[in-house]
């Protein structure tokens, strides 16, 4: 079983920044693809970005455009998300989650945190 954590979501005006963290349990954090979701109201939980175990393979939504980072500190057992140029769409819960393969699909992923809400307003 493998504890996952968010933190680091709250509410900002459109244009703004935020950055989100994660803190997985397991010794063997730097096996895990981790991946970051969001989910909006109403809507389907959608892929954000993903990075692999050694961080050398990062991978962002076409929506991103440049304005989100993802990055990880494997001694820390922490991967963060760090949020830029947050528009209104923006708004959701944000999800950080384990896997195992370098994939964008939600199914690809085992443990999932809670979740932390960002609300950006116009």
């Known amino acids: 079983q493998v504890h996952v954590a968010e933190s680091g979501g709250g509410l900002v005006q459109a244009g703004g920044s935020l950055r989100l963290s994660c803190v997985a349990s397991g010794r063997t954090f730097s096996d895990y693809v981790m991946g970051w979701f969001r989910q909006a109201p109403g809507k389907d939980r959608e892929f954000v970005g993903n990075l692999n175990g050694r961080g050398g393979d990062i991978g962002y939504a076409d929506f991103v455009k440049g304005r989100f980072t993802i990055s990880r500190d494997n001694a820390k057992n922490t991967v963060n998300l760090q949020m830029n140029g947050l528009e209104p769409e923006d708004t959701g819960v944000y999800y950080c989650?384990?896997?195992?393969?370098?994939?964008?699909?939600?199914?690809?992923?085992?443990?999932w945190g809670q979740g932390t809400q960002v609300t950006v307003s116009s």
């Open positions: 989650a384990t896997g195992i393969y370098y994939r964008s699909d939600c199914k690809e992923y085992k443990y």
